[in-house]
């Protein structure tokens, strides 16, 4: 026969052991109100070296602060329309505001949240080769020759792009204008022959 204090050992080992079933038998894994929220976001942006830079950047910093970041590259055009107002990407900081996408924001605006600028003072415009010698739009037809009156631009859809054929219009420049995306190889050359779209 057990004592008085046995007994009590007895009923405190008893008592631990039930909660130790019960702790064991939870699962409060599967509770999503125990669980903290994941929390996921993906950036869109676009193969220019300005933005691959920028999205890796808050990738890092956002990664850092417990996010899983998904980064997806899409032109210009898909990350308003596809992208940002549909909801397909979460964040962008590759708009070029307020001039160079001001089109798309004019079309999907009501569909994006803007939170706030990442960069002031950015410019677009034309460039050419460090020895011609202009330095103004109006100055572009006198060297027509050293670039086979073709001007190379970036990306179809890029706001430089359309930009830049306001300006063909507006300046009177007999020139041509293309996109090219291998702009980046043709800019390195030797041969440096190109009048183009710049950032």
């Given at each position: 026969?057990?004592?008085?204090?046995?007994?009590?050992?007895?009923?405190?080992?008893?008592?631990?052991?039930?909660?130790?079933?019960?702790?064991?038998?939870?699962?409060?894994?599967?509770?999503?109100?125990?669980?903290?929220?994941?929390?996921?976001?993906?950036?869109?942006?676009?193969?220019?070296?300005?933005?691959?830079?920028?999205?890796?950047?808050?990738?890092?910093?956002?990664?850092?602060?417990?996010?899983?970041?998904?980064?997806?590259?899409?032109?210009?055009?898909?990350?308003?329309?596809?992208?940002?107002?549909?909801?397909?990407?979460?964040?962008?900081?590759?708009?070029?505001?307020?001039?160079?996408?001001?089109?798309?924001?004019?079309?999907?605006?009501?569909?994006?949240?803007?939170?706030?600028?990442?960069?002031?003072?950015?410019?677009?415009?034309?460039?050419?080769?460090?020895?011609?010698?202009?330095?103004?739009?109006?100055?572009?037809?006198?060297?027509?020759?050293?670039?086979?009156?073709?001007?190379?631009?970036?990306?179809?859809?890029?706001?430089?792009?359309?930009?830049?054929?306001?300006?063909?219009e507006e300046y009177g420049l007999d020139y041509t204008f293309s996109p090219h995306r291998a702009l980046p190889w043709q800019v390195s050359s030797p041969v440096h022959t190109q009048m183009v779209t710049g950032l």
């Amino acid at each position: 026969m057990l004592n008085l204090k046995s007994k009590e050992i007895l009923l405190v080992l008893l008592v631990l052991l039930s909660a130790i079933l019960v702790a064991g038998c939870t699962n409060n894994a599967a509770d999503p109100s125990t669980t903290a929220p994941t929390k996921e976001v993906s950036i869109g942006y676009m193969l220019w070296d300005t933005e691959i830079a920028s999205a890796n950047v808050l990738k890092t910093v956002l990664e850092q602060e417990g996010y899983d970041v998904e980064l997806k590259v899409v032109a210009v055009g898909p990350l308003y329309q596809g992208g940002l107002a549909d909801g397909q990407v979460d964040m962008t900081i590759s708009s070029w505001m307020p001039t160079s996408h001001a089109s798309y924001w004019d079309t999907y605006g009501d569909s994006i949240d803007k939170v706030g600028t990442n960069l002031e003072g950015a410019k677009i415009g034309l460039v050419v080769p460090s020895y011609v010698t202009i330095d103004s739009i109006e100055e572009m037809n006198s060297v027509k020759d050293k670039f086979d009156g073709k001007i190379t631009g970036i990306e179809p859809g890029a706001g430089v792009m359309g930009l830049t054929d306001k300006a063909i219009e507006e300046y009177g420049l007999d020139y041509t204008f293309s996109p090219h995306r291998a702009l980046p190889w043709q800019v390195s050359s030797p041969v440096h022959t190109q009048m183009v779209t710049g950032l």
